[in-house]
């Protein structure tokens, strides 16, 4: 366990040590922060290839989580493609919300404070991409404690076969060009099957889209900016989520690019 920095502490636990999985926990120590507090359980960005939760972005950003809520936060270090390819990514990040269900599991791993039933699901880019995923899969498993009450899914990294006009207007912008998402969902999605980008993995909106009117799917918030070029696909997500009869909130951001919140995070 690490001294405490900046108000959190921290500590990383080891899921499975035959995949070699593993999260870290950050923990608020500052006076005043709640006996009974929510758990963030957070997913990194990276396009499912890239970066890890001991990158200093993220764990910069999950301390700011831990501190400011305050909440306890878990951080899991999932499987990266091409070696690993979907499902891993997705399964690696439900198997830890079963990890957290077990109860020697969690009162070894956890802290007292932590309500294990207050679960928040938060994510970047292709985080933001499995936090829908996994809230979806939750929504239909019967935890023993543990409960999924919302989703933050921020600028989450989605797609289709249809060429969006902010994929087109911004395609010459970083990270998620039309040519980088392709190789991104390339590398990602199993090698010699076949798959378009209407999967519902890549468009869980579009056609081939999961019906979840029936599903208790918790509230979302959806983050987008304005100089991301898949904006249009995240408006769409959350579109779909109030058509689909769930709550959901957009918030915008008219001069942020995609990444811009942990690009423009202080380092502690």
Known sequence: MSEPNNGV??????????????FRVFVPTEEGTVEDMPVIVFFHGGGFVYLGANVTVYDVLCRWFARSVPAIVVSLDYRLAPEHRYPVQHNDCFDMLNFLDDDKNRSKWLPDSANISR?????????????????????????NQLKVIGVVA?????GGEERTDSEKELERLPLVSLKQC???????????????????????????????SKIEFPPTIVVVARFDA????QKRYYEWLKKSGKEAYLVEYPNMCHGYLVVGLKYE
């Open 9 to 22: 502490k921290t500590y990383d636990v080891v899921m499975d040590p035959t995949s070699k999985i593993w």
């Open 119 to 143: 679960c928040f699901l938060v994510g970047d880019s292709a985080g933001g991409n499995i936090a829908h995923h996994v809230a979806q899969r939750a929504c239909e498993f019967n935890f």
């Open 154 to 158: 921020i600028q989450p990294l989605f």
């Open 182 to 212: 392709d190789w991104y969902w390339n590398a990602l999605m199993p090698a010699g099957e076949g798959y378009n980008r209407d999967h519902p993995i890549i468009n869980v909106s579009g056609p081939n889209a999961m019906d979840i």
């Open 230 to 233: 898949l904006r249009d696909w």
